[in-house]
T-cell receptor, first 115, second 111 residues
Framework: DAGVIQSPRHEVTEMGQEVTLRCKPI?????LFWYRQTMMRGLELLIY????????DSGMPEDRFSAKMPNASFSTLKIQPSEPRDSAVYFC?????????????FGPGTRLTVL | GDSVTQMEGPVTLSEEACLTI???????????LFWYVQYPGEGLQLLLK?????DKGSNKGFEATYRKETTSFHLEKGSVQVSDSAVYFC??????????FGTGTSLTVIP
């Protein structure tokens, strides 16, 4: 398996622009997580899905952030409009319920820079 | 609520030195405990895990023992290498698939 795939790996944009981050989970996994990592706040859970349904979005910082999972093999995290303080590395992870320990598998991350 | 507290870094060690990164947790019940490692420019990878009290997880020379009495899961390695330079995250999972991660501890090993 190719693992969790994220695109783009790097994104540089200007303040006010819309940004869309993409994630393809491991085939067969039924949980998908979006995290944000910054030096100041560490690793933060933004939102997670189970069977394509959002379960907990309490970590989404504000209405500028939205996430969708239209099918089991694709999810997006959108920021509109983007701000410099959104600059961070965004990780997607997936896991399989029922598996021993439900280990989370992480993608390589998208490094977002908002100028 | 559930949480994980791990020692702050950064930690800098010479090659072949001993490593301990402290991790304590707060949770009801009996969570599963994990250490994840993040190498530069990469996502997190599972390093080791333990599911119940007194379990010892081990991998790549690293070990951690699930201590229920002290609610701890300290990461140890007897002799670190330059290639161990990374950020280490302690995490717990109580029920469901949601993990709670610590803030991460950066380790740099110098030759």
């Amino acid at each position: 398996d190719a693992g969790v795939i994220q695109s783009p790996r790097h994104e540089v944009t200007e303040m006010g622009q819309e940004v869309t981050l993409r994630c393809k989970p491991i085939s067969g996994h039924d949980y998908l997580f979006w995290y944000r990592q910054t030096m100041m706040r560490g690793l933060e859970l933004l939102i997670y899905f189970n069977n394509n349904v959002p379960i907990d979005d309490s970590g989404m910082p504000e209405d500028r952030f939205s996430a969708k999972m239209p099918n089991a093999s694709f999810s997006t995290l959108k920021i509109q409009p983007s701000e410099p303080r959104d600059s961070a590395v965004y990780f997607c992870a997936s896991s399989l319920s029922g598996a021993i320990l439900n280990e989370q598998f992480f993608g390589p991350g998208t490094r977002l820079t908002v100028l | 609520g559930d949480s994980v507290t791990q020692m702050e870094g950064p930690v800098t060690l010479s090659e072949e030195a001993c490593l301990t990164i402290n991790c304590t947790y707060t949770a009801t019940g009996y969570p599963s405990l994990f250490w994840y490692v993040q190498y530069p420019g990469e996502g997190l990878q599972l390093l080791l895990k333990a599911t119940k009290a007194d379990d010892k997880g081990s991998n790549k020379g690293f070990e951690a023992t699930y201590r229920k009495e002290t609610t701890s899961f300290h990461l140890e390695k007897g002799s670190v290498q330059v290639s161990d330079s990374a950020v280490y995250f302690c995490a717990l999972r109580r029920t469901g698939n949601q993990f709670y991660f610590g803030t991460g501890t950066s380790l740099t090993v110098i030759p």
